[in-house]
């Protein structure tokens, strides 16, 4: 009996340790995000949005390793590759661009890897391409871009030109754009990922014979369009998701942008306690006020902690379940995952306004309610 009762406490021991240990190990996140060249200011609201909110959580056991990708696909495998073989992380994050994402997330999560996006949200990876290791914390694609067609519809307009960059979200946000808008395509134009010179295309729209023009330009992309269109004499109404009218990007558009209407999942003025607080919270950690990928960062982040509350990222399958439940309080308000592991949230219609000498947005509508994507049906998970 009393071997018997030795040898149970020491078992008990045993796992003590190890629970310690693990405990002890804490979580690796590996961060890979644009932080140089025309995307590096939405890499960089990313990471100082997760960031902050890993700060608030005064937790001490969370690592994360932040690489910059550069843009380039090639190095984004590159640093996926490292973070997963040598610096052993549990999660990783932070992609912002979709041919990124395309390149680097089937290969982590079919090594195991847990990967959250707080950006990229490519079609392929919300339909057949899903996986349970994969989950989308701000949008599919289409989101926005479905709700900018729905509003284009409620407006009115009949012909609408529309324009995106030649890589996968810039299809896929055309496509967005087609499913809830029942009128006619003046012209459906693909630049290149990058262009800054629109002079072709602002000359394509004057001769189009559109009554509304509809872009998705993110970053640079967007400050040059919309600064060459401002002064092109063109006057045909353009809308846009939030992508080219983000926080970041209107300081440098200036007035050009005033009166636009763009379609977003968040805004600083949403009225939660939760969002509230992290506008203070970005503004008083960073002296600006927070982007729509800041916002997104801010919720990664959440998501995490709120999984690691009550699962090990050890445990694979219950970690899983817990980041499904979506634990926490998202800052745009409603939240939860679709089947697919991707958002279902309200999307809103929002007007570029000035507030002091800020240019900023306004909420002024609701567009789309508890707004999912059309691709989980296609996913088998």
């Known amino acids: 009996m009393k071997l018997g009762t030795l040898a149970l406490k020491s078992a008990l021991i045993s796992a003590v340790t190890v629970l310690s240990s693990a405990a002890m190990a804490g979580t690796k996140v590996g961060m890979i995000t644009t932080l140089s060249g025309g995307g590096a200011g939405l890499g960089i609201d990313v990471r100082d949005g997760f960031m902050l909110a890993i700060k608030q959580s005064g937790r001490s056991d969370i690592e994360v390793v932040i690489e910059d990708d550069q843009r380039k696909p090639d190095i984004a495998v590159q640093l996926a590759d490292k973070m997963v073989q040598s610096e052993k992380v549990d999660v990783l994050t932070g992609i912002i661009w979709s041919n990124l994402a395309?390149?680097?997330?089937?290969?982590?999560?079919?090594?195991?890897k847990i990967y959250l996006s707080p950006n990229a949200g490519p079609s392929p990876l919300a339909g057949a391409g899903c996986h349970p290791n994969y989950f989308n914390v701000a949008w599919q694609n289409d989101s926005l871009h479905n709700a900018g067609g729905a509003y284009a519809q409620s407006e009115g307009y009949k012909d609408v030109f529309i324009m995106a960059p030649n890589y996968p979200a810039g299809t896929d946000a055309l496509n967005g754009f087609k499913a809830l808008f029942e009128g006619d395509v003046a012209s459906e134009v693909y630049t290149k990922l990058g262009q800054t010179d629109y002079a072709s295309e602002i000359a394509?729209?004057?001769?189009?014979g559109a009554d509304a023009v509809y872009f998705f330009l993110p970053g640079g992309m967007g400050i040059s369009f919309l600064k060459q269109y401002s002064g092109s004499g063109v006057d045909i109404p353009v809308i846009g998701p939030a992508?080219?009218?983000d926080q970041g990007i209107l300081q440098a558009v200036g007035a050009a942008a005033l009166g636009v209407r763009n379609t977003s999942q968040w805004n600083k003025d949403i009225n939660t306690p939760t969002n509230k607080a992290f506008v203070?919270?970005?503004l008083a950690e960073y002296d600006r006020l927070p982007s729509l990928y800041a916002s997104q960062g801010f919720d990664t982040a959440n998501l995490l902690l709120s999984a690691l509350e009550t699962a090990s990222v050890s445990d694979n399958i219950g970690f899983r379940s817990a980041l499904k439940a979506a634990n926490f309080t998202s800052v745009r308000g409603d939240f939860k995952f679709g089947s697919n592991n991707h958002p279902i949230h309200n999307?809103?219609?929002r007007e570029v306004v000035r507030e002091g000498d800020i240019f900023t947005n306004k909420i002024i509508g609701k567009v789309l309610s508890d707004?999912?994507?059309p691709y989980s049906k296609d996913c088998k998970m």
């Open 102 to 112: 395309m390149a680097v997330v089937p290969s982590v999560t079919a090594q195991g």
């Open 204 to 208: 394509q729209i004057r001769a189009s």
């Open 243 to 245: 992508f080219s009218f």
């Open 280 to 282: 203070g919270s970005f």
């Open 347 to 349: 999307v809103y219609i």
């Open 371 to 373: 707004h999912g994507d």
